[in-house]
């Protein structure tokens, strides 16, 4: 079986018609199949919370379809790594590649476990995948 690291940017989108919803789907149907384990730093609860709650309140997604949407989530059974075990990593991926700490905790994940990331966030991808060939944009995903 495969490993993954994946970000909140793309497991929002296999709940949420938005664009690359099609390419993130296929990553959650591998998944669902057992071709594919989906590992992701346990921030990802809270960005993909996050990300809910700007949709219900700026974009107008109702609540209960923002609440349903968590519920679900939650029920899937992706392999959680503490950010504490991440930390010193991604704090030094940031500082070296002046990206967030948020996200360098999702390729330090990559990194440590010898496997892709995979991001909806072409901006993260395009600075990064130069040096870390192993990020990938979702858009380019197969």
């Not at 940031?94 to 999702?106: E, G, K, N, Q």
Request: net charge negative.
């Amino acid at each position: 079986m495969s490993q993954l690291v994946v970000d909140s940017s793309v497991v929002v989108k296999w709940f949420v018609a938005e664009p690359y919803s099609v390419e993130a789907r296929r990553i959650l149907s591998d998944y669902q199949s057992g071709a594919l384990a989906v590992l992701a730093p346990d921030l990802i609860n809270a960005e993909v919370g996050n990300i809910l709650w700007k949709k219900h309140i700026f974009q107008g997604m109702d609540a209960t379809d923002a609440q349903l949407i968590l519920a679900t989530f939650r029920t899937l059974p992706i392999v959680q790594t503490p950010t504490a075990v991440l930390l010193d990593s991604a704090y030094r991926l940031a500082v070296l590649h002046r990206r967030t700490v948020y996200d360098m905790l999702y390729v330090a994940l990559s990194l440590q476990e010898a496997c892709p990331f995979v991001t909806a966030d072409e901006k993260l991808a395009n600075a990064i995948n130069t040096v870390i060939p192993t990020t990938l944009w979702l858009g380019d995903w197969p």
